[in-house]
Structure formats: C-alpha cells, structure tokens
C-alpha cells in the first residue's frame, strides 16, 4: 500500500504514526517508505509503541525466507497525535489522553559525581600551633 503524506506532517514520527492508523497490519519497512523515515528512527518509534501496548507483533520476522519480515498492526489509537518518547525512550507520553506509560529505564548516562573522591578534614585548613 503507497501513500505518500511526506508534504502533510512535518514530523516523521507523526507521519509514521499517521500510516500506522490508515493501514490495517504493515512491516517497518512500509512504515519506512510511507512515512519517509529513517529505518533506526521507525525501529525505536516501532519497539517503543510495543512496549507501551500501542503496536503488537502479528507475524515474528523468518530468517532467510524472502519476504519475511515481522508484521505489526496497531491495536491502541488513541488519536491523530503521535505517542512521543521521554526520559531517554523511559516514558511514552500520548498526546491525546495525556497519560504516560513507562515503558524503561532510559539510556541516559548517569550525572557524574562531584563530590571529592576522598574526605578532607576541617581541621588540617586551619592554622596548626607548632610549638
């Protein structure tokens, strides 16, 4: 199935989402190609949304079978506003219910820890009596 919406949205996360509701069942490939996105942008979007309960699985990828690619279907739409990532792909926000899912942990690096690396005593700043 071709549809070309690429002049319509301006996100391509909102294109895809967008194809994922006009199209009964789809592969990331045709989400691709419609939504005119990148394959690693429409992966993340796709495995994000079936974590959050969004998107299922149909048809599991076959290895080296031509044309076997996974098949998805969207079973949650919840409106024309695309779900968004958060919190480093940790939460799915969805726009037209305002409810949040989380859906991870994120891949955000952790803050460094500023703290000295060993206890320095208030007592050696001060003046030492020698005597």
Request: glycine residues 8%.
């Amino acid at each position: 199935m071709s549809i070309n919406m690429a002049k319509k949205e301006k996100s391509p996360r909102q294109r895809a989402w967008k194809a994922m509701r006009i199209m009964t069942q789809w592969t990331l490939g045709d989400i691709e190609s419609t939504a005119e996105i990148s394959r690693a942008n429409a992966e993340s979007f796709v495995y994000a949304l079936v974590k959050a309960g969004y998107v299922r699985r149909i048809q599991p990828k076959k290895n080296g079978v031509k044309g076997g690619y996974a098949v998805y279907r969207l079973v949650k739409n919840t409106g024309p506003r695309c779900p968004v990532t958060a919190n480093y792909n940790a939460i799915i926000h969805d726009r037209n219910t305002g409810q949040d899912t989380i859906i991870g942990c994120g891949t955000k690096k952790p803050e460094r820890d500023r703290t000295p690396t060993r206890d320095v005593p208030t007592h050696s700043l001060e003046a030492r009596h020698v005597g």
